[in-house]
């Protein structure tokens, strides 16, 4: 079946412009994941959800990051009033259950960049 | 607290050699995963490799293996026989199964192989 999917590819903002990102999980994936990759460096976890219930966002970084998965599938990570330390790649990943031992399956990402 | 720690920034290999990617990690959870990603230049991470704290074998996937050492707390990645294609980032990776519930993946800062011809 397809894999995870993230649009858009590539996103420019202008400083203080809002910004959504989405992510189509594999179908039937409990678990969804958001990192983001700055240049050069790991993904850095951002948030998890199980089905539509957020569990874990203590890695978003500031209340200008909102993440949602309102029916438990695609999910929306969205960043108010860009800042330039906002560019960076976000990567969405999903894996069938939220078990530590569970293969993640990543998507492209989105890389964003804030002028 | 978790951590990851990948010294080498970057390693070459002659085609066809095998080569050793260094990872070591800190937790007090006993309950744990490690996983080894591998990041070409187009950005979509692969996993490669997965290694359970109380598995008691290393683990094997094709031509990468992971040397489990657990009393030295590491996991250091195998590749044998290095194909042009290898050439990538890779990153280690943990999750601990109890203090965070299994959600949260820490990544090492990665390590940039080049295989040479």
């Known amino acids: 079946g397809a894999g995870v999917s993230q649009s858009p590819r590539y996103k420019v903002a202008k400083r203080g412009q809002d910004v959504a990102l989405r992510c189509d999980p594999i179908?039937?994936?409990?678990?969804l994941f958001w990192y983001q990759q700055a240049l050069g460096q790991g993904p850095e976890f951002l948030t998890y959800?199980?089905?539509?219930?957020?569990?874990?966002k203590s890695g978003l970084p500031s209340d200008r990051f909102f993440a949602e998965r309102p029916e438990g599938s695609v999910s929306t990570l969205k960043i108010q009033r860009t800042q330039q330390e906002d560019s960076a790649v976000y990567l969405c990943?999903?894996?069938?259950?939220?078990?530590?031992?569970?293969?993640?399956?990543f998507g492209p990402g989105t890389r964003l960049t804030v002028l | 607290a978790q951590k990851i720690t990948q010294t080498q920034p970057g390693m070459f290999v002659q085609e066809k050699e095998a080569v050793t990617l260094d990872c070591t990690y800190d937790?007090?959870?006993?309950?744990?995963?490690l996983f080894w990603y591998k990041q070409p230049s187009s950005g979509e991470m692969i996993f490669l490799i997965y290694?359970?704290?109380?598995?008691?074998q290393n683990a094997t996937e094709g031509r990468y293996s992971l040397n489990f050492q657990k009393a030295r707390k590491s996991a250091n990645l195998v590749i044998s026989a290095s194909q042009l294609g290898d050439s990538a980032m890779y990153f280690c990776?943990?999750?601990?199964?109890?203090?965070?519930?299994?959600?949260?993946?820490?990544f090492g800062a990665g390590t940039r192989l080049f295989v040479k011809a």
């Open positions: 990943a999903s894996s069938q259950q939220g078990r530590f031992d569970n293969e993640q399956f």
């Open positions: 990776a943990m999750r601990e199964g109890s203090n965070t519930g299994g959600f949260k993946t820490i």
């Open positions: 937790t007090s959870d006993p309950s744990y995963g």
């Open positions: 959800f199980q089905n539509e219930a957020q569990l874990d």
């Open positions: 290694q359970g704290s109380y598995d008691q």
């Open positions: 179908s039937g994936h409990v678990s």
